[in-house]
Every structure is written in C-alpha cells, then in structure tokens.
C-alpha cells in the first residue's frame, strides 16, 4: 500500500466474472499474458525478457523461503529481499524500443466499447496494458476516478505537495556497465572469481583431453551471451579452486582474455568430490545421447547452486526486528505529524464558523 497521504477514493466492487478467473498466454498478432480481467502485451523480444526474469527471480524467491522457514504473509511491513538482487531493481529493460517504450502502444490511452458479437465489454487500454470490464464495473471504476480527480484538485488547492527525492528514481548510473560492476547481486549460489585462483588436477597431470571445436562453440556461445554456465570448483585447503565440471568454459574464458569467470564453489575439496564428477560425467553422456532433450546436466549444476546458496540465510529474522522497528516509529512520527495539522485544521473551520 505504501505511504498513504490521502484516499481520493475508496469503495467495494462487484465480484469479477468468472471467465475473469483465468491466466493463460496466447500468440496473436503478438504475445499476450491474460491474468484475471487483465491483458499485457509484449513483443516476442519483451516476453523472453520478461519470463526469463520471471523465472530467475522465482527461483530466489523459493531459495529464500527454503533458507526461512519462519516468514509467513502479510506480517513485515516492507521488502524484505529483491529477487534478482540489486542488479535487478536498478536495471532497466533491454529488449524494448527503449526502456521507458514498449514495441506496442507505448504511449496510448484509449476506452472502447466493444461490438456485442465480440464480447460484451469495455476495454480501458492505458499503454501495453489492457482491462476488460463489463458496463457495470466499468461504471463503477468511472466513478471512482471522477471523484479522485475532485478529491485531488481540492487536496492541492489547500496543501502543498511537492514531489521529492526517491532513490528508485535515480537508476541511469546502473545502466552503465562500468558502474553496474559494483553491484554483487549474489544470485543462487554463483560467484565471479578470478580466474588466476582456478587450476585443475587434470591440467597438472595432463590428463585432460582437449576439444577445440567445443571451446570455438563456447566462444561463440560467450560472444552472443556474453557469460559462460557456471564452472563448478572445488574449495582447497589453502584457499584455491580446482576445476570440478568446466574445462573447456575455463580454456575458453582464457581464450577470449576475461580474468573472471562465473562459479559455483562447493565447500569440498577436490578429492571428496569424486562422485559429483562421475554423476556429472554421466548425465553429459545421457545428454550427448540424448541431444540434450532433458538437460540433466544443467539441471544439476542448478540445484547445486541453489542448495550452496546461503546468502539468504535468517534474512527474514535479522531484518525483522530492525526494518519493522523502523517503519513502526516512521509511522507513529507520521500519524503525529499529520494528526496534529488535521487537529489544527479543525480548530481553524471551528474558530472561522463563530466568528
């Protein structure tokens, strides 16, 4: 709900249709996700963007609650964990026109009433994004934003309400690449380490066999990307990572000249991660056999991470005491503060009345 100054309207609407209770996706003339009586539309660069974002932040989401257990709804007052991390609350999209543009009505407003062979509603369109409503709700919406809109313009010819500074405002500097680079995001258990800090039992022995096609592949791979699937390291004694699953990533790394490569870091050294290399080695050659219909091999690398992933760990309950306690006393200061001009106020139409 946010931080509410005033309500400029409040009321109760009808229950919704019941073929308003539905989510699904369609290909159209373009892409869309009909949740309830709403429609988005994207293009099919913006959808791809939007459900691989979905689907990451979904994942840290579930991570989260896997790592707190005693967080339930509705009982913290505000954020708690951004899924995605920072990188993705400051980031703007990149597969639009531009970020603040969608590919399809980026900047329209309309209300139609459609034909009744079609369906017999009202579509209110305000940008990529579409409600459909039959004429007595729609009444009731119209309703709502009349008196706002009085209630607004009576608000501001007595109150002054300037708009202030907000840091969600003031993202270009993330859009840069050189200043994107001090955000660690620290999503599902994947860190960026050096590669200087990463060697191989099967370097040093000269055993490893070297596929050159494969590496040109990743390269290429890497060139359109631009990142790599996370090698998986062991932890040494001595602090260093030997090479569990990611040979041909790590060569390829190497190859184009980047100094850090993307890593899940198991808490094991090399030797106890014998049968992770064997499971490992397996599901490549299901997947080899396969043509990768299942992609085992990835799946498992995935849940790796998200198994090693602690940075969540009693967020919940750390953040629990210190943010609520906060917001409790913001909102005790801001009921005083504005309680106290609504008593003043009423004093002063009291006191001008008998005069």
């Given at each position: ?47 791809f963007e939007y459900a691989d974002i979905l689907a990451t932040s979904t994942e ?296």
């Amino acid at each position: 709900m946010g931080s509410v100054r005033k309500f400029l309207h409040q009321s109760k609407l009808p229950d919704r249709e019941p073929h308003h209770s539905r989510l699904f996706i369609d290909l159209a003339e373009n892409i869309h996700i009909h949740h309830r009586e709403y429609r988005t539309v994207f293009s099919l660069d913006e959808y791809f963007e939007y459900a691989d974002i979905l689907a990451t932040s979904t994942e840290d989401v579930r991570n989260f609650l896997e790592q707190n257990p005693d967080y339930a709804e509705q009982e913290f007052p505000t954020t708690i964990m951004i899924a995605g991390g920072k990188e993705r609350q400051l980031k703007f999209l990149e597969n639009s026109p531009s970020p603040n543009k969608s590919t399809y009505f980026a900047n329209e407003l309309a209300i139609e009433l459609q034909d009744v062979y079609v369906t017999d509603e009202i579509h209110i369109h305000y940008r990529d994004f579409r409600i459909g409503l039959d004429r007595e709700r729609f009444r009731a919406i119209a309703a709502g934003f009349a008196e706002a809109v009085e209630q607004l313009n009576e608000f501001e010819s007595s109150e002054s309400y300037e708009r202030e500074y907000h840091p969600d405002r003031i993202i270009d500097n993330f859009n840069n690449k050189a200043e994107a680079g001090n955000v660690d995001t620290k999503i599902m258990g994947i860190k960026e380490i050096d590669l200087t800090n990463i060697k191989s039992v099967f370097f040093e022995n000269k055993t490893w066999t070297r596929d050159q096609e494969s590496i040109n592949a990743l390269k290429q791979t890497h060139k359109k990307s631009g990142k790599f699937t996370p090698i998986i390291v062991s932890t040494e004694k001595d602090g260093t990572h030997l090479i569990v699953d990611g040979h041909h990533r790590y060569t390829a790394a190497k190859e184009i000249g980047l100094t850090k490569i993307d890593a899940i870091i198991v808490d094991l050294t090399f030797e106890k991660t014998k049968k992770i290399r064997q499971a490992e080695s397996l599901l490549k050659q299901f997947d080899l056999e396969t043509n990768y219909k299942y992609s085992l091999s990835s799946f498992m690398k995935s849940y790796l991470g998200y198994r090693l992933n602690r940075y969540y760990s009693s967020a919940f309950k750390k953040k629990m005491f210190k943010q609520g306690y906060i917001w409790r006393s913001l909102i005790f200061l801001k009921r005083l503060i504005f309680g106290k001009r609504a008593i003043f106020k009423s004093f002063n139409e009291a006191h001008n009345d008998h005069k």
